[in-house]
């Protein structure tokens, strides 16, 4: 079955230390997207990505970073400068324009938390 | 950037009763998507229905109905003979080709079924 894999689950960070979120689709959408979530708030974007090798900045990407190296890929990194790093992290995917009514599927979600 | 607005952050409902939560949005654009997504406590994001916006007639999907007024833009979702497996977060969306590849949510509507 097709879908939007995310790992890991759960992910500890300690102070200063990077940490990479991964995401991969095999749903062969163009289109890919991180949202972050707080506890009983909705999704804000982060990053997202229309095409291999480039991407956008969303609302709140200060102290994120992503690649886009394969279509099926885009890895979320939290970088040290993210001071209050602690959330839900959703990644998704879409098709493009040719078929905008299709809706964004998601993984299950990362929950990171700071040590 | 479009803005979406769900007005009630807690809702509840009898087990077997009928609730409508409200969305609108704020567009421009005469032809775009509008979607409603639930979040269990499992955090997993689920597709209820959706909505064309040239399309005169309201979505339904089981239990699940949409009153679009596109006039009002407005997209409320009607939920009937509601069950304790309804409780979750939802959240509605809108895109459009106008946005190209992002999707707008609204801050969501925490439902609380009880039995």
């Known amino acids: 079955d097709g879908g939007i894999t995310q790992s890991p689950k759960y992910l500890f960070r300690k102070e200063g230390q990077n940490v990479t979120l991964s995401c991969e689709q095999n749903?062969?959408?163009?289109?890919m997207y991180w949202y972050r979530q707080d506890p009983g708030q909705g999704l804000r974007l982060i990053y997202y990505?229309?095409?291999?090798?480039?991407?956008q900045k969303g609302d709140i990407a200060e102290g994120y970073s992503v690649s886009r190296e394969k279509k099926e890929s885009f890895p979320l990194t939290v970088t040290s400068a993210q001071k209050n790093p602690t959330a839900f992290y959703l990644c998704?995917?879409?098709?493009?324009?040719?078929?905008?009514?299709?809706?964004?599927?998601f993984g299950d979600g990362t929950r990171l938390s700071i040590l | 950037a479009q803005t979406v607005t769900q007005s009630q952050p807690e809702m509840s409902v009898q087990e077997a009763e009928t609730v409508t939560l409200s969305c609108t949005y704020d567009t421009s654009e005469s032809d775009y998507y509008l979607f409603w997504y639930k979040q269990p406590p499992s955090r997993q994001m689920i597709l209820v229905i959706r909505q064309e916006a040239y399309k005169q007639q309201n979505a339904t999907e089981n239990r699940f109905s949409v009153n679009f007024q596109k006039a009002a833009k407005s997209f409320s979702l009607k939920i009937s003979d509601s069950q304790l497996g309804d409780a979750a977060m939802y959240f509605c969306a809108y895109r459009s080709e106008g946005t190209g590849n992002q999707f707008y949510f609204g801050t969501g509507t925490s439902l609380t079924v009880i039995p």
């Open positions: 998704a995917s879409s098709y493009l324009r040719d078929r905008v009514n299709q809706p964004q599927h």
């Open positions: 990505s229309q095409i291999v090798n480039d991407f």
């Open positions: 749903l062969n959408h163009d289109a």
